[in-house]
Protein backbone atom coordinates (compact mmCIF):
# COMPACT_ATOMS: atom_id res chain seq x y z
CA UNK A 1 0.00 0.00 0.00
CA UNK A 2 0.76 3.32 -0.26
CA UNK A 3 -0.13 4.81 3.52
CA UNK A 4 2.07 4.27 6.42
CA UNK A 5 2.04 0.65 8.33
CA UNK A 6 2.23 0.15 11.65
CA UNK A 7 2.70 -3.47 13.41
CA UNK A 8 1.47 -5.28 14.93
CA UNK A 9 -2.32 -3.71 15.12
CA UNK A 10 -2.68 -4.52 18.37
CA UNK A 11 -0.34 -5.65 21.45
CA UNK A 12 -1.02 -6.86 24.54
CA UNK A 13 2.14 -7.87 26.97
CA UNK A 14 2.72 -8.76 30.45
CA UNK A 15 4.55 -5.99 32.68
CA UNK A 16 7.98 -6.41 32.87
CA UNK A 17 8.30 -7.79 29.11
CA UNK A 18 9.74 -5.92 26.18
CA UNK A 19 8.44 -4.74 23.22
CA UNK A 20 8.95 -3.62 19.44
CA UNK A 21 6.79 -1.85 17.50
CA UNK A 22 7.26 -1.19 13.79
CA UNK A 23 6.42 1.35 11.29
CA UNK A 24 6.97 1.21 7.32
CA UNK A 25 6.67 4.65 6.63
CA UNK A 26 5.55 6.16 2.87
CA UNK A 27 8.51 5.68 0.52
CA UNK A 28 11.03 8.66 0.36
CA UNK A 29 9.65 10.54 2.95
CA UNK A 30 12.82 12.06 4.97
CA UNK A 31 11.16 13.10 8.26
CA UNK A 32 9.32 9.88 10.52
CA UNK A 33 7.77 11.03 13.84
CA UNK A 34 6.69 8.83 16.67
CA UNK A 35 3.74 9.83 18.88
CA UNK A 36 2.02 8.46 22.01
CA UNK A 37 -1.86 8.82 22.42
CA UNK A 38 -3.51 8.26 25.51
CA UNK A 39 -7.56 8.20 26.17
CA UNK A 40 -8.12 12.11 26.59
CA UNK A 41 -5.04 13.06 25.81
CA UNK A 42 -3.38 14.63 22.68
CA UNK A 43 -0.48 13.45 20.48
CA UNK A 44 2.45 13.18 23.07
CA UNK A 45 5.70 13.96 20.96
CA UNK A 46 7.97 10.94 21.50
CA UNK A 47 10.78 10.45 18.99
CA UNK A 48 11.91 12.53 15.72
CA UNK A 49 13.99 11.44 13.04
CA UNK A 50 15.35 13.41 9.60
CA UNK A 51 17.36 11.78 6.91
CA UNK A 52 20.55 10.99 7.64
CA UNK A 53 20.79 13.85 10.64
CA UNK A 54 21.07 12.55 14.35
CA UNK A 55 17.18 12.12 15.94
CA UNK A 56 15.66 14.15 18.22
CA UNK A 57 14.89 12.00 20.97
CA UNK A 58 13.74 14.67 23.61
CA UNK A 59 10.31 13.37 23.87
CA UNK A 60 10.60 9.71 24.90
CA UNK A 61 9.58 9.76 28.27
CA UNK A 62 12.06 7.44 30.03
CA UNK A 63 15.59 5.50 29.25
CA UNK A 64 12.94 2.32 28.68
CA UNK A 65 12.43 4.14 25.82
CA UNK A 66 14.18 3.87 22.50
CA UNK A 67 13.82 3.60 18.49
CA UNK A 68 16.11 3.15 15.70
CA UNK A 69 15.77 3.57 11.60
CA UNK A 70 17.52 1.81 9.60
CA UNK A 71 18.37 2.82 6.06
CA UNK A 72 16.21 5.85 6.73
CA UNK A 73 13.03 3.76 6.12
CA UNK A 74 11.68 1.83 8.64
CA UNK A 75 11.69 2.31 12.16
CA UNK A 76 11.40 0.32 15.98
CA UNK A 77 9.99 1.37 18.82
CA UNK A 78 11.00 -0.96 21.51
CA UNK A 79 9.77 -0.35 25.05
CA UNK A 80 11.60 -1.98 28.05
CA UNK A 81 10.68 -3.37 31.08
CA UNK A 82 7.12 -2.68 30.50
CA UNK A 83 4.94 -0.98 32.75
CA UNK A 84 1.12 -0.68 33.31
CA UNK A 85 1.31 3.63 32.41
CA UNK A 86 2.92 2.83 28.60
CA UNK A 87 -0.27 1.55 27.66
CA UNK A 88 -1.57 3.87 24.95
CA UNK A 89 -2.08 3.75 20.96
CA UNK A 90 1.52 4.81 19.57
CA UNK A 91 1.36 6.55 15.99
CA UNK A 92 4.14 7.23 13.51
CA UNK A 93 3.58 9.53 11.25
CA UNK A 94 6.29 10.70 8.54
CA UNK A 95 6.11 13.53 6.01
CA UNK A 96 8.29 14.89 2.90
CA UNK A 97 9.92 18.24 3.79
CA UNK A 98 7.48 21.76 3.95
CA UNK A 99 4.68 19.67 3.69
CA UNK A 100 1.95 17.69 5.96
CA UNK A 101 2.56 14.44 7.82
CA UNK A 102 0.22 11.57 7.10
CA UNK A 103 -0.02 8.87 10.55
CA UNK A 104 -0.48 4.79 10.55
CA UNK A 105 -2.83 3.15 12.00
CA UNK A 106 -1.55 3.24 14.93
CA UNK A 107 -0.22 0.22 17.64
CA UNK A 108 -2.50 -0.28 20.32
CA UNK A 109 -0.47 -1.30 23.51
CA UNK A 110 -1.93 -2.86 26.44
CA UNK A 111 0.28 -4.24 29.13
CA UNK A 112 -1.56 -5.86 32.38
CA UNK B 1 -0.67 25.48 31.28
CA UNK B 2 -0.61 23.00 28.06
CA UNK B 3 0.72 25.07 24.88
CA UNK B 4 -2.84 24.18 23.08
CA UNK B 5 -5.87 23.58 24.90
CA UNK B 6 -9.07 21.76 23.79
CA UNK B 7 -12.47 20.85 24.89
CA UNK B 8 -12.17 16.53 24.97
CA UNK B 9 -16.56 16.65 24.50
CA UNK B 10 -18.05 14.49 24.12
CA UNK B 11 -20.12 16.53 21.42
CA UNK B 12 -23.38 15.40 20.71
CA UNK B 13 -25.64 16.68 18.18
CA UNK B 14 -28.32 15.97 15.46
CA UNK B 15 -27.40 15.68 11.55
CA UNK B 16 -27.79 18.83 9.71
CA UNK B 17 -26.38 20.87 12.75
CA UNK B 18 -23.42 23.26 12.81
CA UNK B 19 -20.32 22.07 14.78
CA UNK B 20 -17.92 24.78 16.11
CA UNK B 21 -14.84 23.10 17.30
CA UNK B 22 -12.43 25.32 19.46
CA UNK B 23 -8.78 25.63 20.47
CA UNK B 24 -6.93 28.00 22.44
CA UNK B 25 -3.48 28.40 22.26
CA UNK B 26 -0.59 30.34 24.31
CA UNK B 27 2.48 30.23 21.89
CA UNK B 28 2.76 33.45 20.25
CA UNK B 29 5.17 31.60 17.62
CA UNK B 30 2.69 29.28 16.34
CA UNK B 31 1.72 30.31 12.89
CA UNK B 32 0.78 26.99 11.34
CA UNK B 33 -2.62 25.67 11.99
CA UNK B 34 -3.83 22.70 11.08
CA UNK B 35 -7.04 20.38 11.85
CA UNK B 36 -6.91 16.44 12.14
CA UNK B 37 -10.25 14.16 12.08
CA UNK B 38 -9.35 10.89 13.67
CA UNK B 39 -11.72 8.07 13.01
CA UNK B 40 -12.27 5.27 15.75
CA UNK B 41 -9.15 2.70 15.99
CA UNK B 42 -7.47 4.83 12.79
CA UNK B 43 -4.69 7.11 12.39
CA UNK B 44 -5.43 11.32 12.43
CA UNK B 45 -5.92 12.32 8.85
CA UNK B 46 -5.22 15.98 7.88
CA UNK B 47 -8.72 17.91 7.26
CA UNK B 48 -7.69 21.50 7.01
CA UNK B 49 -4.44 23.55 6.83
CA UNK B 50 -4.14 27.65 7.16
CA UNK B 51 -1.20 29.87 7.65
CA UNK B 52 -1.48 32.81 10.12
CA UNK B 53 -4.84 34.59 10.68
CA UNK B 54 -8.19 35.07 8.46
CA UNK B 55 -10.43 31.59 6.78
CA UNK B 56 -10.30 28.92 4.73
CA UNK B 57 -13.13 26.92 3.03
CA UNK B 58 -13.01 23.48 2.12
CA UNK B 59 -16.47 22.36 1.26
CA UNK B 60 -18.82 22.06 4.34
CA UNK B 61 -15.72 22.97 6.50
CA UNK B 62 -14.48 26.07 7.35
CA UNK B 63 -11.32 27.06 9.29
CA UNK B 64 -10.64 30.19 11.38
CA UNK B 65 -7.64 31.54 13.14
CA UNK B 66 -7.66 34.30 15.24
CA UNK B 67 -3.62 35.09 16.33
CA UNK B 68 -4.48 38.02 18.44
CA UNK B 69 -7.14 36.25 20.46
CA UNK B 70 -4.79 32.79 20.10
CA UNK B 71 -7.94 31.10 19.27
CA UNK B 72 -8.51 28.60 16.12
CA UNK B 73 -12.08 27.51 15.39
CA UNK B 74 -13.38 24.18 12.92
CA UNK B 75 -16.72 24.76 11.37
CA UNK B 76 -18.57 21.69 10.16
CA UNK B 77 -21.83 22.86 8.00
CA UNK B 78 -24.79 20.44 7.63
CA UNK B 79 -23.59 18.09 9.61
CA UNK B 80 -24.08 14.41 8.60
CA UNK B 81 -23.17 11.07 11.01
CA UNK B 82 -20.14 10.50 8.64
CA UNK B 83 -18.58 13.14 10.14
CA UNK B 84 -18.81 11.51 13.60
CA UNK B 85 -15.00 11.18 14.79
CA UNK B 86 -12.50 12.50 17.32
CA UNK B 87 -11.15 16.57 16.09
CA UNK B 88 -7.89 17.28 17.05
CA UNK B 89 -5.79 21.04 16.76
CA UNK B 90 -2.14 21.25 15.40
CA UNK B 91 0.08 24.42 15.49
CA UNK B 92 3.46 24.99 14.42
CA UNK B 93 6.01 27.39 14.33
CA UNK B 94 7.51 25.97 10.84
CA UNK B 95 5.94 23.71 8.85
CA UNK B 96 6.11 20.12 9.39
CA UNK B 97 8.61 18.27 8.00
CA UNK B 98 11.54 20.44 9.30
CA UNK B 99 11.24 20.08 13.14
CA UNK B 100 9.17 18.87 15.87
CA UNK B 101 7.72 21.79 17.36
CA UNK B 102 4.24 20.67 16.08
CA UNK B 103 1.53 20.64 19.05
CA UNK B 104 -1.67 18.27 19.28
CA UNK B 105 -4.77 19.67 21.20
CA UNK B 106 -6.78 16.60 23.36
CA UNK B 107 -8.93 16.43 20.45
CA UNK B 108 -12.88 16.49 20.56
CA UNK B 109 -15.22 13.60 20.19
CA UNK B 110 -18.22 14.58 17.79
CA UNK B 111 -21.00 12.28 17.24
CA UNK B 112 -23.76 13.52 14.79
CA UNK B 113 -27.11 11.93 15.74
CA UNK B 114 -29.14 11.03 12.42
Known amino acids: GAGVSQSPSNKVTEKGKDVELRCDPISGHTALYWYRQSLGQGLEFLIY????????KSGLPSDRFSAERTGGSVSTLTIQRTQQEDSAVYLC??????????FGQGTRLTVV | QKEVEQDPGPLSVPEGAIVSLNCTYSNSAFQYFMWYRQYSRKGPELLMYTYSSGNKEDGRFTAQVDKSSKYISLFIRDSQPSDSATYLC??????????????FGAGTRLTVKP
Open chain 2, 90 to 103: AMSGIRWGNNNDMR
Open chain 1, 93 to 102: ASSPRDTEAF
Open chain 1, 49 to 56: FQGNSAPD
